[in-house]
Structures are given as structure tokens and as C-alpha cells.
């Protein structure tokens, strides 16, 4: 078996079906060499059945109690047995490829680690935007650490679904996702996996089509998010310092992350007195920025976070 998808899903009756189709197209050709590992994390609607009516040959699907995607994910991977793992969301779905050239390149690039790929981002029902490293090519861990900054400025570094990843990478150094963490869970699993990969193949072409037009907007205030991204800055800045990576790294995602826990907190306080009174002890602890070195955004969520008075009048008026 070369590769397994691996697919966590919760109630996502009405989406799912677009998801496995889309891979059942692709790897029509090549159903032996691959396999799909559907997880349903305690469903209370359709999916179930809907993944029932899919045809996909190798098709596992495996039903556990509600606990998170974080120990959806897991299981699945323990339940994988192909050389290789990708991760998908069920609420996503591939574009048109030829599935039996990937599992031949798969196959035949046998000391690659990961496969970094390229996605296409559904903003509105009519807006898509293509994101793919500018250069197809293979770097050791060497090259990958030097050129880390651009390759994830031209890609995305916290989600799961743009790499596609040796399971034996995964297994033999037990990294798994982090079952108490709501948010920022995918980000935090690929800081452990970095140390690991040895060797990377980038795809610059888009296989993958991310939804974001339909992903679910949280629009209440969420107590553990900053136990969340606490953890998350954390591995982060242990990620940069230990594999000796360009701090802006560090510094962009921080921002980021800072202004996630301002909006969160615009969503709990009706009042500006009170989001003043709490904003000190909601953030990050502060630390060095660069500011000539953050991107345009993290540039606007830098001066947001410091003029919050600014921030939460925007953050309020996101979430009307």
C-alpha cells in the first residue's frame, strides 16, 4: 500500500460525499495501491451513511466516541497502513489530477520524508486563490531550514492537508497530535515533525481545494484559546531557536496569534472598559518584534494589538 488518506469527520453529512468522490476520480486508475481511512468522531447526523454510499475500494471506516479531530487524526494514522499519509478535511476536497502519477512518483521517491503541495483557497462561492511554491524541487534538511522562511511564505505552515508525509516518520518518533488542543493543533504537530524530515519534495501545483467559504466562523468568545496558543507560541519559538530558523518565522505567526486572542476577547466584552481592563492578561507575553521584518498583515495585527482600542472596534464589527 503506498498511500492512506486520512479523513477525521463530525457531522459533515452534507459535505463528505463531495470529499470521497473527489478522491475516488482521481485514483479510479489505482485503487489497489491506495486507501481512504474515514474516522467518524461520534457523528449525530448522516455521515456515516454517507460515507456508505461512496465506492472507493479500499475503504476503511472507523466509528469512536466524540473526542476531537486531534484523536480522530491519531487513530487514523494507527489505523493506516500505507507508506505514506495525507491528511484531508472532510469538508474539503482535491482538484483534478492524475492519481496514478502521484502514487508512482510516491513510490519511486522512496527517501523523500514529505511532499509539500500546492492548494487552491475558495474564499467566496466565486473567489478562489491559487497558493504553490514558485519552484518544483527536492532540498535535504539543510536546504529546507535555510529556505524555510520562503517556502512558508509562499505556502501555508499550520494546516495538515498540503503535505503529504512518510508514515514512518510520523510512527517512528511517535509525533501525534495533541488531543487537548482545540486550536492551533495542526500547527503544533508540524513544528514536532520538522526535526524529522530529512528530505522534502516541493509540488508546485495545486492538488488540494480548500474551503475556507465554508468553514465553520466561531463567533464566541472561546476560554481555552489562549491556553491554546500559549502552547502553540511556545513550540514555535523552540521550533526556531532549536533547528536555528530566521526568527521572523517566529515573529509573524506571534502576531498573528496575538491579534486571534484580542478578536477573542472583543467577542466576550460588550464594553471597552472591560476589554481594557482584561487585554493585558489575554495576550502573549510580550517579546522582541522586528517590526521591518513582518509581512503587510502582521504588520496591521502588530499596530492593532498595540492600539486596541482600534483592534477591538474592528474585531467587533468582524463578528456582527
Not at 532540498?139 to 492537508?161: A, Y
Not at 489562549?226 to 526556531?240: G, H, I, S
Not at 486572542?261 to 487585554?279: G, T, V
Request: net charge positive; aromatic share 12%.
Amino acid at each position: 500500500m503506498i498511500l492512506s488518506i486520512v479523513i477525521p469527520a463530525y457531522n459533515e453529512e452534507k459535505l463528505i460525499f463531495r470529499c470521497l468522490s473527489s478522491i475516488a476520480k482521481n485514483f479510479t486508475e489505482c485503487e489497489n495501491d491506495m486507501e481512504v481511512v474515514v474516522v467518524d468522531d461520534g457523528s449525530t447526523d448522516n455521515t456515516i451513511n454517507e460515507v456508505n454510499k461512496c465506492k472507493i475500494k479500499n475503504l476503511k471506516l472507523i466509528l469512536k466516541s466524540n473526542g476531537g479531530v486531534s484523536s480522530a487524526r491519531n487513530i487514523g494514522i494507527k489505523n493506516s497502513s500505507g507508506k505514506f499519509v495525507w491528511f484531508i478535511d472532510s469538508d474539503d476536497y482535491l482538484l483534478n489530477f492524475d492519481g496514478k502519477q502521484l502514487l508512482s512518483m510516491l513510490s519511486k521517491k522512496k527517501n523523500i520524508d514529505m511532499f509539500l503541495l500546492g492548494f487552491k483557497k475558495k474564499l467566496t462561492e466565486y473567489d478562489e486563490k491559487v497558493v504553490v511554491n514558485k519552484e518544483k524541487k527536492i532540498l535535504d534538511h539543510k536546504q529546507f531550514i535555510k529556505h524555510f522562511n520562503e517556502i512558508f511564505s509562499q505556502n501555508e505552515f499550520n494546516v495538515p492537508w498540503n503535505r503529504i508525509i512518510k508514515r514512518s516518520v510520523i510512527t517512528t518518533n511517535n509525533i501525534k497530535f495533541d488531543i487537548q488542543m482545540k486550536t492551533g493543533e495542526d500547527a503544533l504537530f508540524n513544528c514536532k515533525l520538522v526535526k524529522y524530515v530529512q528530505k522534502i519534495y516541493i509540488i508546485n501545483k495545486p492538488l488540494y481545494m480548500y474551503n475556507l467559504f465554508y468553514s465553520r466562523q466561531i463567533k464566541k468568545y472561546d476560554p481555552e484559546l489562549r491556553f491554546n496558543l500559549l502552547k502553540l507560541n511556545k513550540a514555535l519559538k523552540y521550533l526556531v531557536i532549536n533547528q536555528n530558523i530566521n526568527r521572523s518565522f517566529f515573529e509573524n505567526r506571534y502576531e498573528r496569534m496575538n491579534y486571534t486572542l484580542l478578536a477573542n476577547l472583543a467577542q466576550k466584552c460588550n464594553r471597552y472598559y472591560e476589554f481594557k481592563k482584561q487585554i493585558s492578561t489575554e495576550l502573549l507575553p510580550s517579546t522582541k518584534i522586528n517590526f521591518c521584518k513582518l509581512g503587510r498583515k502582521e504588520k496591521i495585527f502588530f499596530l492593532l494589538v498595540k492600539f486596541n482600542y482600534v483592534g477591538y472596534l474592528l474585531a467587533k464589527k468582524d463578528s456582527e
